[in-house]
């Protein structure tokens, strides 16, 4: 049997606070609500680091939670979802990272992100998660960005392959500070506000990819496109993957599961663009669901959708 790989992931863990409203109160209006109201683990780092477990990987997380009962019940779930917890520091001066969001009905969001144990993540939490000699680094910026810099220099000099997902859009990101990254993987409006390019069609990707080639050094840029799938760069070639078709009702981790299995993938086969089919296979099946966690689909499912849809990767 095939060792696993093993993904490490530095990043952020949160709990998000969803609240159905029918309407966003005034200031000093109380308003009596008849919607729902429900508490959803999130946070970008623990959604890829339990995609990379359903999927079969060995996946290592390193975060911050608050000593706090949302930290707790976090906790709980990655453990249950069998990560390594070994290097998930509870931070007794902190709160765990949360996101409190209202759903209007039209659909819109409107999003308070407390971070809270999230940035307190330090340099020493990051060296100690190194000791489980990972196959790769796996990385959003939700942290601080002296952690993000510590982490990736630290994968560099230890020759680990760095992925780097570009979310949450953060244009004072200083890009060009990295290392060499093996995959850079932003999404549509992360690519925009880096290149000032609308990855809208196959031209603007390549314009847009060859910016981002400017700005951070990486053997592969890989855009995420939503519904119309991926685009993959290698400096020189390119592969437009398009999405598989699916029922999307919420696309809630899509990303974080797209970048994750990538991730993965890449790493069992060396071959980015059977990764980057994967990764839209994964990505599909996440939109098809509801919810972050929930979302994430298991290798069994993965592998049932790519037989039932005869899809070759
Ligand atoms: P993010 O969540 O970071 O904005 P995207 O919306 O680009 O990322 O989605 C990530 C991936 O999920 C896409 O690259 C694609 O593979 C898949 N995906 C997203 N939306 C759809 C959709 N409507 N149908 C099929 N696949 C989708």
Redesign the pocket.
Known sequence: MLIPKRILTVSSANMDFVMSVSKIPQGGETQLESGTYQFVPGGKGANSAVAVRRLGGDSVFCCRLGKDANGSIMHNIYKKEGLDTRFIVVDPDAVTGLGAIMVEPNGQNRIILFPGANVRLTREDIDASFICRPDALLMQLEITQDAVMHAAWTANEKEIPIILDA?PANPDFPLEDLPPLEIFSP???ETEIFTGINPSNPDNCLRAAMELQKLVTAKYYVI????R??YIYDGKYYHCLP????N?VD?T????A?TAALTLEYLRSGDIVRAGRY??VV??L??SKKGALPSLPTEALVNKFIADKAIRL
């Not at 995420?224 to 519904?227: N, V």
């Not at 999405?243 to 699916?246: L, M």
């Not at 981790?253 to 974080?256: E, F, K, L, P, V």
Request: proline share 0%.
């Open positions: 979310g999404n549509e409006t995420k496109l939503g519904g799938g991926c999405a598989y078709g699916v999307a696309t981790a899509a990303g974080d797209f990764a839209n990505g599909a996440a939109v």
